[in-house]
């Protein structure tokens, strides 16, 4: 799989909801910037991610306009338009805002996804 195709996995392994998903796409030392925090273990990141499938239920996350800014054998680094939308305390609601998400590729050739930065939309 290339570093296109890990995005398109980490987006769909997102959207199951499921963390073990998820974390089949990261790598061990994943770095996330989030608005109101970061994320600097495993474990905070999968904490972060539940509690956000715990308040926005039935979430679907995507990805649009994807530029890949910087790309070479062993990293890519790419930037896109996040959208989200779902139920809050059962009331549809959704947002955007803007990404930036470093893969790298792991001693077995795999990419992994080692940082995620996300803001909300100016």
């Not at 994943?30 to 608005?35: E, H, I, K, R």
């Amino acid at each position: 799989m290339g570093y296109e195709q890990a995005l398109n996995a980490y987006i769909d392994a997102t959207n199951t909801h499921r963390f073990d998903e998820v974390s089949k796409l990261l790598a061990p030392n994943a770095l996330y910037w989030f608005t109101d925090t970061s994320c600097t273990s495993l474990d905070e990141i999968q904490a972060y991610f539940q509690n956000a499938w715990d308040t926005v239920k039935e979430e679907v996350y995507r990805a649009e306009d994807v530029h890949w800014i910087a790309v070479d054998e062993r990293q890519a680094v790419c930037t896109y338009s996040y959208h989200w939308e779902g139920y809050v305390r059962g009331n549809h609601a959704s947002g955007q805002g803007r990404a930036t998400n470093v893969f790298v590729k792991d001693n077995e050739g795999a990419w992994k996804l080692i940082h995620e930065h996300l803001s909300p939309s100016e």
